[in-house]
């Protein structure tokens, strides 16, 4: 078998391509081509898988190319993904750097999964931590998984076999109520960027075979709405659209997604992590019982003159890699971690 290195990127145009390419890769919904192309509907930005081969080893990561000053840059697309192969590769980044190099990339941000890093595909000087996150075990028992909760969050749910019978899964219900009602809700939440999807993303995902989603109905009217998404190894809470006087359900409604996933033997439910470290959302989070993770992120420079004259150009220091990165992007709200745009 040939120990030769191939390199490639994979566009979104190549669907087939890019799906047998995760084949056999553990893999969360942010590196699958469905999410790539949600999120190609509302940046669009060219967005890629790209994919290392060597022998039987293969390693994949989802890229989006972005463009300042006539100068390209990548990150890693909105979601939870990063590198994730099958095998270690020690000398993983010194190809990745030519491959980046050749591209003419000027630098890069790749947000990690921590569920798939791999320490043979990183070099430590580039991790930087930017967020935590929760992980539910839903290999769990059900009553595990409800003991775990912290005791405000089991009072929650309160009443939730009740509420339960007024939970529905069908998406021709529900879709009218998200679309229309996500922008409002991003507005009361003073959300960042990232989250500004555009209603083809959300149509588009809602979609999709590996999108569940779950609403709450009173009186023949909808309250509230969940989006989870999954693969075979992990599935994800993505949104949540709730009228403002209904916040109460927000227990009720993300538990009822956690037992629909349990159903169909999906092992982790990341919850994600708050907005920023230790926040309020953080808080409600991590009182769901969950495994904490760091949530770490690769900041790489492959072209240090372009990259400085890029940071002159937007009045930033380039020796800055504490806070967001690159520098030159930055927006005037901040993006949650894990994220970048």
């Not at 023949?220 to 809470?237: I, K, N, P, Q």
């Not at 409604?253 to 994600?272: A, F, R, S, V």
Request: charged fraction near 20%; aromatic fraction near 12%; glycine fraction near 8%.
């Amino acid at each position: 078998m040939s120990n030769d290195v191939v390199q490639e990127i994979i566009p979104l145009q190549s669907p087939a391509r890019w799906k047998k390419a995760l084949q056999g890769i553990r893999h969360a919904f942010g590196h699958t081509w469905e999410n790539g192309h949600a999120m190609n509907l509302t940046t669009g930005y060219p967005t890629y898988l790209y994919k290392f081969s060597q022998g039987a080893t293969t390693i994949v990561c989802p890229l989006v190319e972005r463009y300042c000053e006539g100068h390209c840059d990548i990150a890693t697309p909105y979601g939870f993904s990063g590198f994730s192969g099958n095998d270690p590769v020690p000398a993983f980044q010194r190809y990745w750097k030519a491959f980046a190099q050749k591209r003419g990339y000027v630098c890069g941000y790749i947000g990690l999964n921590p569920l798939f890093e791999n320490p043979s595909y990183l070099n430590k000087t580039e991790v930087y931590s930017s967020n935590r996150l929760y992980m539910l075990n839903l290999n769990s028992p059900i009553a595990t998984l409800f003991n775990n909760l912290h005791r405000d969050r089991r009072k929650q749910l309160r009443g939730y076999e009740k509420k339960a019978a007024h939970f529905t899964t069908d998406k021709a219900l529900l879709r009218d109520f998200f679309v229309t009602g996500y922008p409002a809700s991003v507005q009361q939440k003073k959300a960042a960027p990232a989250y500004h999807f555009s209603p083809e993303t959300l149509n588009f995902l809602i979609d999709q075979d590996n999108v569940l989603m779950v609403g709450a109905i009173n009186n023949g009217e909808l309250e509230a709405a969940a989006m989870f998404a999954y693969t075979s190894h992990v599935a994800e809470a993505l949104l949540l659209v709730l009228l403002p006087e209904r916040r109460h359900l927000t227990m009720p409604i993300l538990w009822y997604g956690l037992e629909c996933l349990k159903l169909k033997n999906i092992p982790l439910l990341n919850m994600g992590g708050g907005i920023r470290e230790g926040d309020s959302v953080a808080e409600f989070k991590q009182r769901l019982g969950g495994k904490e993770y760091k949530l770490h992120g690769l900041k790489q420079i492959y072209d240090q003159e372009n990259y400085r004259g890029l940071c002159r150009i937007k009045n930033v220091s380039h020796q800055d890699m504490n806070g967001y990165f690159p520098p030159y992007r930055k927006p005037l709200m901040t993006v949650p971690a894990g994220t970048q745009t």
